[in-house]
């Protein structure tokens, strides 16, 4: 069974940065694409960031782009989002999202639960 | 970025047939998937590549996707049924993942 685990959500204060971490497990995870895909409370899905398999191809979305960065250790099975100049528009809830096939990128097949970052001061 | 438009909501009767809609500019050139989202819980592919269903899901939700619009299509609506659905591409000119706006499903 495929199991992602997301951590590392919480509160902290503008300006400051933050890591994410997926753990996944039940698959070869070094076979596919994964994703950060986040949801501000009462709005709609946003495509964060997403990692090739073997990290070769990378994107961010356009309000990330430049403060987050995406990697991933296959070694260890884990992704991570690694978020720096937070704001409060990234409050939201954090979910990785791993693609459907090996020979595909964003179509995704299966989630963790999401973990929940809120940027307050 | 490429913008894709929905409904924000549909509302119907259980039994009816459910049409959700997807719109972008010659979207029908690229493979369009769909989620469905409940409160507190994570999405849920129902729909991928325009119209394939992974298992697990119901022969009730089919889709298409032609010219400027794709749809979602949920025949016999349960109760159960009612969730935001989402619409997604990937622009590879861009290398953007894009979402639609979602479509709340009320089920009357």
């Known amino acids: 069974e495929v199991q992602l685990v997301e951590s590392g959500g919480g509160l902290v204060q503008p300006g400051r940065s933050l890591r994410l971490s997926c753990a996944a497990s039940?698959?070869?995870?070094?076979?596919?694409?994964i994703h950060w895909v986040r949801q501000v409370q009462g709005k709609g899905l946003e495509w964060v960031s997403g990692?090739?398999?073997?990290?070769?191809?990378?994107g961010y979305g356009d309000s990330v782009k430049g403060r987050f960065t995406i990697s991933r250790d296959n070694a260890k099975n884990s992704l991570y989002l690694q978020m720096n100049s937070l704001r409060t528009e990234d409050t939201a809830v954090y979910y990785c999202?791993?693609?459907?096939?090996?020979?595909?990128?964003?179509?995704?097949?299966?989630w963790g639960q999401g973990t929940l970052v809120t940027v307050s001061s | 970025s490429y913008g894709l438009t929905q409904p924000p909501s549909v509302s119907l009767a259980p039994g009816k047939t459910a049409r959700i809609t997807c719109g972008g500019n010659?979207?029908?050139?690229?493979?369009v998937h769909w989620y469905q989202k409940k409160p507190g819980q994570a999405p849920v592919l129902v729909i991928y590549?325009?119209?394939d269903r992974p298992s697990g899901i119901p022969e009730r939700f089919s889709g298409s996707n032609s010219g400027n619009t794709a749809t979602l299509t949920i025949s016999r609506v349960e109760a159960g049924d009612e969730a935001d659905y989402y619409c997604?591409?990937?622009?590879?000119?861009?290398?953007?993942?894009?979402f639609g706006g979602g479509t709340r499903l009320t089920v009357l």
């Open positions: 999202a791993k693609a459907r096939t090996t020979g595909t990128w964003a179509d995704f097949a299966d």
């Open positions: 039940g698959f070869t995870f070094d076979d596919y694409a």
């Open positions: 990692i090739s398999w073997n990290s070769g191809s990378i």
């Open positions: 010659n979207i029908g050139s690229y493979s």
């Open positions: 590549a325009d119209r």
């Open positions: 997604q591409i990937w622009d590879s000119r861009t290398d953007h993942v894009q």
